[in-house]
């Protein structure tokens, strides 16, 4: 029998097109409906609308007695620190409104890290991870519709908040399940298939690699392929061809996700810009925009939810990986009859803290050496675009439409580099981790440019453009981050997809997504003590400079083909 990979074994696994091209649309289809509460809502709407929300209802200082305007187009203070600050009173406290967005956000991302933590058991339990994703769907669309039907001027305004934060924690843990069908979809693929399949006909039919534990006398640095003999060369080359495709395969279905669901956020964009010009701006124009973000985002989850497999084993008949092995004895490989949510809740805290061990770090030192960069990287990449537009409106005095504008150029830009970023890899034979560190290196040069503000050339009265002083710089910036950033959401997670041990993806990445809310936590935290302290946001491009420059080291320190064999034999011996 021939396979539809073109190979003649009976043994060898057959490849399913129509199953695996109705699971991979699923999982497109995810990210089509969930982007766009990221970009229209989360890095956009979301931001200016609590700040609104808290304008509203707050006071001018320092007499605390006249009520805030709506935000004005008045022309730009070189001072920064003499326009009237606005605040709000929450309890018996007074807050910078653009603190309180920040606030909220740094809520929301700490109440997140707390819920995947506790999800990552049961998300790699296979008939659950579905229901997962698409439970925090529903319950982050539906947040995110409530704000249609609370107006500014309601006494209960503040629930904007909790709202706020339900739809960013919804948001965040689907995000978890749906990163950890990543691996599974990139190993099913039609070219990876074929070259797992040449290197079992190679390698002969009992092919594994064969995994060990090293003992103090063996070289741990050793490769994995090999035997009594070593494997030939043919051999060896047949696997690093599968792994260049798996690598390859990996970035592709994760830059092509991004560019999807960019895509489809400039839609939305466009869409509600319509209504946010009509109404100019005004808060129940923002709540509207992040409404219809919701409603887009419950709408197109249906075909996922259609679509989607419900359990995704990871491949064991022709994988490159231990035969009849399993990663672990947890409740997640239990039968149905026995399996309990609440038991696994607690498995999966008792878990993180044995992921955590030192004796665990250091089998997997390099998935763990990447773990401490991306700390650093998330919290920059994101904090740069919550900044960047509170900076815009509060400090630049851009109206509505003009945010609106920039949040079309950046998820525009993003296409592009995420398409383009790929291609220009292939021309240039760029490891997935040379590309990394390019674009890191060229995102710092963002707030950097911003520090540059303080320079008293770029506060003369006739100095019109430099130092992100003018609203026309943000429209270039916008267009300069979203191509670099739109490729580095791609490359970040197909990156970190190589470390993973089989068969535990959505427990990693789980881990992966607590490390990045647990940085994201700080940054807006912080940015948010710097404005309140300080009266400027502008110093906060100093703190974000430092936090993206601190990771470079970090992740050029990530050895990529060892962190590759050490997943694999990690999940071969069991945990």
Same mark, same amino acid.
């Given at each position: ?268 964009? =466009? @869409? ?6 009509? *109404?100019?701006? %005004?808060?129940?124009? &923002?709540?509207? !925009?992040?409404?219809? +973000? ?94 960047? =537009? @509170? ?6 005095? *851009?109206?509505? %439409?003009?945010?609106? &504008?920039?949040? !079309?150029?950046?998820? +525009? ?106 940085? %994201? ?55």
């Amino acid at each position: 029998m021939t396979n539809d990979i073109g190979i003649d074994d009976p043994d060898l696994p057959k490849f399913d097109k129509h199953k695996y091209n109705r699971h991979l649309r699923g999982w497109f289809s995810y990210a089509f409906a969930s982007e766009v509460f990221v970009i229209v809502s989360l890095t956009l709407f979301l931001p200016i609308c609590l700040e609104q929300f808290a304008r509203d209802n707050g006071f001018l200082l320092p007499d605390k007695i006249y009520p805030c305007t709506p935000v004005t187009t008045q022309p730009v203070s070189n001072q920064g620190d003499q326009d009237a600050r606005c605040v709000v009173k929450l309890g018996w406290l007074w807050v910078d409104t653009a603190s309180f967005s920040l606030y909220v956000y740094s809520i929301s991302v700490a109440l997140q890290a707390l819920t995947v933590i506790s999800m990552g058991g049961i998300a790699d339990h296979p008939p659950h991870r579905k229901k997962l994703l698409l439970t925090f769907a529903a319950l982050g669309s539906f947040s995110a519709i409530l704000f249609l039907l609370l107006p500014s001027s309601s006494p209960v305004w503040p629930i904007v908040a909790p709202l706020a934060i339900c739809a960013n924690v919804g948001f965040g843990a689907s995000i978890v399940a749906l990163n950890a069908y990543i691996p599974t979809l990139a190993q099913g693929a039609q070219e990876v298939v074929a070259a797992r399949a040449e290197f079992l006909r190679l390698a002969g039919t009992n092919a594994t690699i064969p995994y060990y534990e090293p003992t103090e006398s063996e070289n741990a640095h050793e490769p994995l392929l090999g035997g009594d003999g070593g494997a030939d060369a043919s051999v060896t080359e047949a696997k690093a061809k599968h792994d260049k495709l798996l690598s390859a395969t990996t970035s592709r279905i994760s830059s092509q996700g991004i560019a999807l669901g960019y895509a489809a956020g400039i839609v939305m964009l =466009l @869409l509600a810009l319509i209504p946010v010009r009509a *109404m100019k701006g %005004s808060t129940d124009s &923002l709540r509207l !925009a992040v409404g219809l +973000s919701g409603l887009w985002w419950a709408l197109f989850s249906l075909p996922a939810a259609a679509w989607l497999p419900g359990a995704s084993p990871v491949p064991t008949s022709g994988a490159l990986v231990l035969e009849e092995s399993e990663p672990d004895a947890t409740a997640a490989h239990l039968p149905e009859e026995e399996w309990s949510m609440s038991r696994e809740i607690v498995r999966a805290w008792k878990r993180l803290g044995q992921m955590l061990k030192w004796r665990e770090i250091k089998r997997l030192r390099n998935t763990f050496v990447y773990l401490a960069a991306w700390f650093l990287l998330s919290d920059g990449f994101t904090t740069i675009t919550s900044t960047a =537009l @509170l900076f815009a409106k509060t400090t630049l005095h *851009m109206p509505a %439409s003009s945010l609106i &504008l920039i949040g !079309a150029l950046t998820p +525009s830009a993003g296409i592009a580099g995420s398409l383009a970023w790929p291609a220009l890899q292939r021309r240039t034979g760029w490891s997935n981790l040379k590309v990394l560190v390019v674009l890191v290196t060229m995102a710092s040069a963002i707030p950097a440019y911003g520090c540059l503000g303080f320079l008293s050339v770029f506060q003369k009265s006739n100095v019109k453009f430099g130092g992100l002083t003018t609203p026309g710089e943000m429209y270039v910036l916008a267009v300069y981050f979203g191509s670099v950033y739109g490729a580095f959401q791609g490359y970040a997670r197909a990156f970190y997809a190589e470390f993973i041990p089989p068969g535990e993806e959505a427990r990693w990445y789980a881990l992966f997504s607590i490390t990045d809310k647990s940085s %994201s936590f700080v940054g807006p935290l912080v940015v948010g003590l710097i404005a309140d302290a300080t009266g400027n946001i502008r110093y906060a491009f100093f703190f974000l400079v430092a936090m993206i420059w601190s990771a470079v080291p970090i992740l050029m320190a990530v050895d990529v083909e060892r962190g590759r064999e050490d997943a694999q034999r990690y999940t071969a011996l069991g945990t």
